[in-house]
Structures are given as C-alpha cells and as structure tokens.
C-alpha cells in the first residue's frame, strides 16, 4: 500500500499495523471508535478518552516529550503524530523507529480525509465509513439549525500566563466559524499572545470563550477578565468539542446547539 500523509510524506506498507503509538489524544479517542483499541500499545498522558485507556495502555510521555526507549521496547509497527500537537524532533525520532503518519487537521474535511485514510491502511473501511457518514449527518443537520442565525463576535481564549487565544488556520477558528461566531483575533495566525488591554478597542464584543483545555480555566478567571471587557459574556466552554478531531465531532454538535441554545436564553433573561 502506498499513500500520503497529510504533510504529503510518503508511507510504503506491506502489512496491516497491528502495534500502534499513537501521539495526539483525539485520534487516540477516533482509533477506539474504529475498533482498534487492542492494536494500540502506546499512548500519551493527555489520552484521557476512553477514560481506562491509561490503566491498559504504555503511556510513553506527553504530547511535547516522549520516552523513546518506552516507544522502542513496545516495538510498534506504525506511529501517529500531528503536525501542532507534537514537535517536529518528536516527528524525526519516529520516523527513525517505524511508519509515522503525520496529521495535520484545521476543519471538518480534513478529519473526514484522516478518517478514509484510517479505514485503508488499518482495514476498517465499513466501521470508517461509518463514522464519517455520522459525522456529516451531524454537521449537515448542525448547518440547517444554524441557517438564519447572526453572526456573533467572539474571542476565545486557549491559556493564561501568557494570555493566548485562538487565532486562524486553526481547527477551533474552523469549528467557530461554523458556529458563526466571528473570530475578533482571525486577522492573527495559528495561537497569539495577547494584551487584555486590547480587549477596550472591541466595545462591540459580544461573547468570551474561556476553554476546558489545554489551560482549564474556572470561574475564577472570568472575574479577571471582566476588568478588561465589561460588555462580553464571558463563559466556560468545552475545549474538547472545539478542539478534539475525529469522532470527537459527532458529540461536538450536540454540545454546540446546547450551547446556541444557553446562549440564546442568557441573551433574553438580561
């Protein structure tokens, strides 16, 4: 088998991979749903879904760091990583160890082309196939809640300390966009630092989103921002639904008209 990447890197297979590492927590959860628990060897700490993965599984670090006698001793046959969540060294010392596939994922159809890859090169394509017709379903029925709905100005916030937001050319802005949620930070790539003082040339902001993740922001942040942007609502989102990939999304869209919903109702209660 030949195929690609989403880097465009080649990957020659002769064989189906039956040990996998698997180095970004949301594809960790989509390899489960493909029914590939028992192929999986190696995992991350972040590898928080299923929630008695770790209790089965090598973890072999982090996201940003791994073991790599961990990841040789398990002697895997295939490695996956992303593009943003690991570093490109993590990515060479990989690729020095066995096939490693690199994701690369800023919207809805790059995870439906991770999805059909998936389904060729572990031999999944019923159980793919599903998930992917699931996932549009969702998406398309999602679309037609959202139809005559206005745009809302909105930033939202992924750290603290430095204060960090997301920017584009990134799956949350895709994911907010389809939320129609207007981006205020858009004009900036990828994850920028921020001033709050920025926030009182926005008089016209309507909602703050504060991620679960990767900084698990609590009501105690709010009040801190709220020196900053007395106008916004600020509000505590779900960081895995805006950004976890894979099967992730069929749950995602019922969290995201809940939470049209909330909003719409905290709007009429004011």
Not at 34 to 41: H, T, Y
Not at 51 to 68: E, P, R, Y
Not at 74 to 79: A, N, T
Not at 97 to 106: D, R
Request: proline letters at 3%.
């Amino acid at each position: 088998m030949k195929l690609k990447d989403q880097l465009n890197n080649k990957i020659e297979l002769d064989y189906i991979p039956k040990k996998i590492i698997c180095l970004v927590p949301s594809i960790t959860e989509l390899l489960v749903d493909l029914e590939l628990k028992n192929n999986i060897v190696g995992i991350t700490k972040f590898c928080v879904h299923p929630s008695d993965l770790k209790q089965n599984k090598k973890v072999v670090g982090g996201t940003k760091n791994i073991n790599l006698n961990k990841i040789n001793a398990l002697e895997p046959d295939f490695i996956i990583c992303n593009k943003e969540e690991n570093t490109k060294d993590i990515v060479a010392q990989c690729k020095g160890i066995t096939n490693t596939y690199v994701s690369n994922i800023n919207s809805i159809k790059d995870t439906l082309e991770l999805i059909e890859d998936f389904g060729e090169i572990f031999s999944c394509r019923t159980k793919a196939k599903s998930i992917s017709n699931e996932i549009n379903r969702k998406h398309l029925d999602f679309l037609h809640f959202m139809k005559n709905k206005k745009s809302k100005k909105t930033a939202y916030f992924i750290w603290k300390n430095p204060w960090m937001v997301a920017g584009n050319n990134t799956f949350i802005n895709h994911l907010l966009e389809v939320n129609k949620f207007e981006n205020i930070f858009k004009s900036k790539s990828r994850y920028p630092e921020i001033d709050l003082k920025v926030f009182k040339h926005f008089d016209d902001l309507e909602y703050i989103f504060l991620s679960s993740e990767p900084y698990p922001f609590k009501e105690k942040d709010i009040a801190e921002l709220k020196v900053f942007s007395k106008a916004a609502k600020i509000i505590l989102v779900d960081g895995e639904c805006f950004s976890w990939y894979g099967s992730r999304l069929i749950k995602a869209f019922d969290y995201f008209k809940n939470l049209q919903l909330d909003l719409v109702q905290s709007d009429f209660s004011i």
